[in-house]
């Protein structure tokens, strides 16, 4: 089992930057696939990236603008956003799961409590 706890989110100006943390519990950090979703008011929860080992992916909406990057030593993975638009903003959650690796957040077993990010024009 693994217990997620994210941090940095923030208010930021359009076109600004912000890097969230997500710090993972237990010694098995390593073997998880990691995620990060958003959820804004109203809406589903959706994909922002994933990563396993150094393999990652992304949601169209953010490629070449947000990178996702894990250190294993710290038990912790980043999401490092730039270019920030208004909408982006939304609580960002982090996920782990030991087997699935992808997009839809239905399969992910652990999931932090998320941060807020807001964006304004």
């Known amino acids: 089992q693994v217990q997620l706890a994210e941090s940095g989110g923030g208010l930021v100006q359009a076109g600004g930057s912000l890097r969230l943390s997500c710090a993972a519990s237990?010694?098995?950090?390593?073997?998880?696939?990691m995620g990060w979703f958003r959820q804004a008011p109203g809406k589903e929860r959706e994909f922002v990236a994933t990563?396993?080992?150094?393999?990652?992916y992304y949601a169209d909406s953010v490629k070449g603008r947000f990178t996702i990057s894990r250190d294993n030593g710290k038990n912790t993975v980043y999401l490092e956003m730039n270019s920030l638009k208004p909408e982006d903003t939304a609580v960002y959650y982090c996920?782990?799961?030991?087997?699935?690796?992808?997009?839809?957040?239905?399969?992910?077993?652990?999931w932090g409590q998320g941060t807020q990010v807001t964006v304004s024009s």
């Open positions: 237990g010694r098995t950090f390593s073997i998880y696939h």
């Open positions: 996920a782990a799961d030991p087997i699935y690796y992808g997009s839809n957040y239905l399969q992910y077993d652990y």
């Open positions: 990563i396993r080992r150094s393999a990652a």
